[in-house]
């Protein structure tokens, strides 16, 4: 059975920071890009940053120079550290596994929630 399970949301001040881990079970975690996707009320859901497979990394414009993703495939667990937080920010983050050759096999998440205060 496949889990990913999200950890470190909670409430900060805006400029403040915050690292997202997400840990993953049941799945070849090399083989598969990561990305962490958020969801605002009232809006879509959107994909903040990328890492493929083989390390290589892309953001969302809004949050360039804020946030970085990281990978740790000897503990199947990505990470997203986020600086400089701000209210726009606001939103349920979502860990998303994308396997790099088999692109059917797509897993999310449950969310972690992460509110900036002004």
């Known amino acids: 059975q496949v889990q990913l399970v999200e950890s470190g949301g909670g409430l900060v001040q805006s400029g403040g920071s915050l690292r997202l881990s997400c840990g993953a079970s049941g799945i070849i975690f090399s083989v598969y890009e990561m990305n962490w996707y958020r969801q605002a009320p009232g809006k879509q859901r959107e994909l903040v940053a990328r890492?493929?497979?083989?390390?290589?990394?892309n953001y969302v414009d809004s949050v360039k120079g804020r946030f970085t993703i990281s990978r740790d495939n000897a503990k199947a667990t990505v990470y997203l550290q986020m600086i400089n937080l701000k209210p726009d920010d606001t939103a349920i983050y979502y860990c998303?596994?994308?396997?790099?050759?088999?692109?059917?096999?797509?897993?999310w998440g449950q969310g972690t929630q992460v509110t900036v205060s002004t």
């Open positions: 998303n596994a994308k396997n790099a050759m088999v692109a059917t096999s797509v897993y």
């Open positions: 890492i493929t497979h083989l390390g290589s990394t």
